[in-house]
């Protein structure tokens, strides 16, 4: 399973980007669908994850600012980031689990960066 993300770029403080991520390849089923980011000198965080039956999970700091929406069917997941931070600066990396015919499967994109300037 493939992913391709895209929509990372440099934006204002208080400006929004969208950030997209297509999966391709063999896939059965999507279990949830996923965004990352890791800032220089940090450890990777979940930011945003959008389950199967429609549950989504927000780290607090981004509560209210970004939007997570996922199509299983055609197996692309977005990020609308509104109200951007320079906290919010770090490489964004889209994250697909599911199942496929050589079972469970969990795969990752190769990274956008996003960049907020103060």
């Known amino acids: 399973v493939q992913l391709q993300a895209s929509g990372g770029g440099l934006v204002q403080a208080g400006g929004s980007l969208i950030l997209s991520c297509a999966a391709s390849g063999s896939i059965n089923s999507i279990t949830a669908m996923a965004w990352y980011r890791q800032a220089p000198g940090r450890q990777r965080e979940l930011v945003a994850r959008i389950f199967s039956g429609g549950t989504i999970y927000y780290i607090e700091s981004v509560k209210g600012r970004f939007t997570i929406s996922g199509d299983s069917a055609k197996r692309t997941v977005h990020l609308q980031m509104n109200s951007l931070k320079p906290e919010d600066t770090a490489v964004y990396y889209c994250?697909?689990?599911?199942?496929?015919?050589?079972?469970?499967?969990?795969?990752w994109g190769q990274g956008t960066l996003v960049t907020v300037s103060s």
């Open positions: 994250n697909v689990d599911g199942h496929n015919d050589r079972g469970i499967f969990g795969s």
